[in-house]
């Protein structure tokens, strides 16, 4: 065997085509022999460090990772962790990237592995959140349930979140994950059923701007990574009116307010504006974040869960250092619309984001648009 890895290691960047060296790792594993592609893996890493500008090594190491993750059983599990945790291999985002394929693949049983061996706590904690997305009970999970109750667990960044579901999260859009590839379904861009909004010429109370580049930052955490790896623009902006405002006049304050997004929008160019539970205004936001825009793969759903909340927070202005259930009665009380328009802004391509929170008072509209393009 370290024969056959060596060779494959020093003959690697000269490949055209590496779907034979999937095929060899593929067939080890079908006979049992889950040790192999944790061992050639780690020779590679060895060689070729993270391979950044090496499509052969990126190729074959995504395989070999994703082979072992998921394969169900114990044994391929405790092999994608020996792969993970080793000295030799590193990747940015790995840990988030791994919780996220063992949780879609494995027995939560199988995964008290990562929590009893040598995984790191960032490995850990991103797949405690992977769990709690897949409705895993993992305070009563053996294994999970010490951890993820522990000192560790609660002081991690993602200690914040619950350790389990809230009923604001319950249509979570999760990947779909195999040996070849993964897929997900994208929740957001113009939607076809919508009707245009009704604008009319009813006065709607004159508003102030109060965006400050701290809460535009924080509104947009879920988006984030559209306009930092890819093509994406964001436009969050926040308002406080002279006077309540009721849902049924959203359309035309959205119009009054001076939108980036919105401009050209009105009687010649469709705006669709409807109302949305506080759910999908999440599950919008968890995708977003989550599987990433046109050139990139997300923050995976641990850390898109946190995004998620952080702008659904900021939006619904919940003040800083609210707790996970505070953030969600205040979330609750907003009433939420989804929006789209036909103009230049938006890309209209299939990475289109409108989102408004109207406070149960009336008085405070923030407003929340992305785009983006391949």
Request: charged content about 20%; hydrophobic content about 45%; overall charge negative.
């Given at each position: ?254 119009l009054a307010l001076g939108l980036k997004c919105l401009q050209g929008a009105g009687r010649e160019t469709a705006l669709s504006v409807t109302v949305v539970p506080p759910a999908q205004a999440w599950r919008v936001l968890f995708a977003a974040a989550s ?84």
């Amino acid at each position: 065997m370290a024969d056959q890895i060596q060779r494959i290691v020093t003959e690697l960047p000269d490949l055209k085509d590496v779907t034979g060296v999937w095929a060899i790792a593929d067939g080890r594993v079908a006979q049992g022999d889950a040790a192999f592609p944790a061992d050639l893996g780690i020779a590679l890493a060895r060689t070729y460090g993270s391979g950044e500008h090496m499509w052969q090594y990126r190729s074959v190491f995504d395989h070999l990772l994703r082979l072992l993750a998921t394969t169900a059983g114990p044994e391929n599990v405790a092999q994608a962790l020996r792969l993970v945790t080793s000295a030799e291999v590193a990747g940015k985002n790995l840990d988030r990237y791994t919780a996220s394929l063992l949780a879609s693949h494995h027995k939560a049983t199988d995964l008290a592995a990562v929590f009893t061996g040598p995984a790191s706590e960032e490995l850990r904690a991103c797949l405690v959140h992977e769990l709690v997305l897949r409705n895993v009970v993992v305070e009563e999970t053996p294994g999970i349930a010490d951890w993820a109750t522990s000192f560790h667990g609660s002081h991690h960044p993602l200690g914040w979140l619950p350790l389990t579901l809230s009923d604001v999260e319950g249509n979570a859009d999760l990947p779909s994950y195999s040996i070849r590839g993964s897929s997900h379904s994208m929740p957001y861009g113009p939607s076809e059923s919508r009707e245009p909004a009704v604008v009319g010429d009813a006065r709607v109370p004159s508003a102030k701007e109060t965006t400050t580049p701290s809460l535009a930052t924080a509104m947009s955490k879920a988006v984030a990574n559209w306009a930092d790896e890819s093509n994406g623009r964001i436009e969050a902006r926040v308002f406080d009116l002279s006077a309540p405002l009721d849902a049924e006049s959203v359309p035309n304050a959205l119009l009054a307010l001076g939108l980036k997004c919105l401009q050209g929008a009105g009687r010649e160019t469709a705006l669709s504006v409807t109302v949305v539970p506080p759910a999908q205004a999440w599950r919008v936001l968890f995708a977003a974040a989550s599987t990433g825009g046109a050139y990139n793969h997300g923050s995976y759903g641990a850390y898109g869960r946190l995004s998620a909340w952080q702008s659904l927070a900021a939006l619904a202005g919940s003040p800083e250092g609210a707790t996970a259930d505070e953030v969600a009665a205040r979330v609750r009380d907003c009433v939420w619309h989804g929006f789209d328009a036909d103009t230049q802004w938006f890309e209209q391509v299939a990475w289109d984001i409108g989102l408004v929170a109207l406070a149960r008072n009336g008085r405070r509209l923030a407003v929340l648009a992305a785009t983006d393009t391949d």
